[in-house]
């Protein structure tokens, strides 16, 4: 099975200020087909998760461009500047191969 | 807009079954493929089980696999989970959750129910 760890487990921001996200997969994510499925989601408090990113890089419907996400191969990264409240809660990303998701990083104010 | 209402959850006795279900609208169920994503209580996401638009094409993670049964009713755009000989472990809130993708090991989820809970215990 593709292991998913996520770092660091907790990130304290200040707001406005700007932060980064590491998922790293067991295996390489690159599909047959050339393209790498690695996706990222946040959970808000008491919410259920949202989509934020998809295939790596792309934001998905009504994601601000606060939002980006980077990575190949077995590391990936999201980065989130100009933070604001409403980004906080727990982010995952999610490999589909087998549908694993990544343990979570919870974002909270310094 | 896509809305995706889960029901069905509560308290059951280790052994017992419960069947959740999730009424989709605002987009054509039987274009997407569905899938149950279960959350335990302080945990992360873990995927439960994915089918195919048809229906015929079904998928379950190990620990679920022979207790539950995903299935869809496309006439009333709704996706269910018949949950069998329950047990403790089996306590989360579960997602019912739209699918993306072309085929297999291309598949994400871009939208997602509120959630119900399922509480296993005596």
């Known amino acids: 099975d593709v292991l998913m760890t996520q770092t660091p487990v907790s990130l304290p921001v200040s707001l406005g200020g700007q932060v980064s996200i590491s998922c790293r997969s067991s295996?390489?994510?690159?599909?047959?087909?050339?393209?790498?499925?690695l996706h990222w989601y946040l959970q808000k408090p008491g919410q259920s998760p949202q989509l934020l990113i998809y295939?790596?890089?792309n934001r998905f419907s009504g994601v601000p461009d606060r939002f980006s996400g980077s990575g190949s191969g077995t590391d990936f990264t999201l980065k989130i500047s100009r933070v604001e409240p409403e980004d906080l809660g727990v982010y995952y990303c999610?490999?589909?191969?087998?549908?694993?998701f990544g343990a979570g990083t919870k974002l909270e104010l310094k | 807009e896509v809305q995706l209402v889960e029901s069905g959850g509560g308290l059951v006795q280790p052994g017992r079954s419960l069947k959740l279900s999730c009424a989709a609208s605002?987009?054509?169920?039987?274009?997407?493929?569905m899938a149950w994503v279960c959350q335990a209580p302080t945990k992360g996401l873990e995927w439960v089980a994915s089918?195919?638009?048809?229906?015929?094409?079904?998928y379950y993670r190990d620990s679920v696999k022979g207790r539950f049964t995903i299935s869809r009713d496309n006439a009333k755009n709704t996706l269910y989970l018949q949950m069998d000989s329950l047990r403790s472990e089996d306590t989360a809130t579960y997602y019912c959750?739209?699918?993306?993708?072309?085929?297999?090991?291309?598949?994400?989820?871009?939208?997602w129910g509120q959630g119900v809970m399922v509480t296993v215990s005596s």
């Open positions: 959750a739209r699918r993306r993708g072309y085929y297999d090991g291309t598949f994400y989820f871009d939208y």
């Open positions: 605002g987009f054509t169920f039987s274009n997407y493929g």
């Open positions: 089918i195919s638009t048809g229906g015929g094409n079904t």
């Open positions: 295996q390489s994510l690159v599909h047959s087909d050339g393209n790498t499925y």
């Open positions: 295939r790596v890089s």
């Open positions: 999610l490999q589909s191969t087998h549908y694993t």
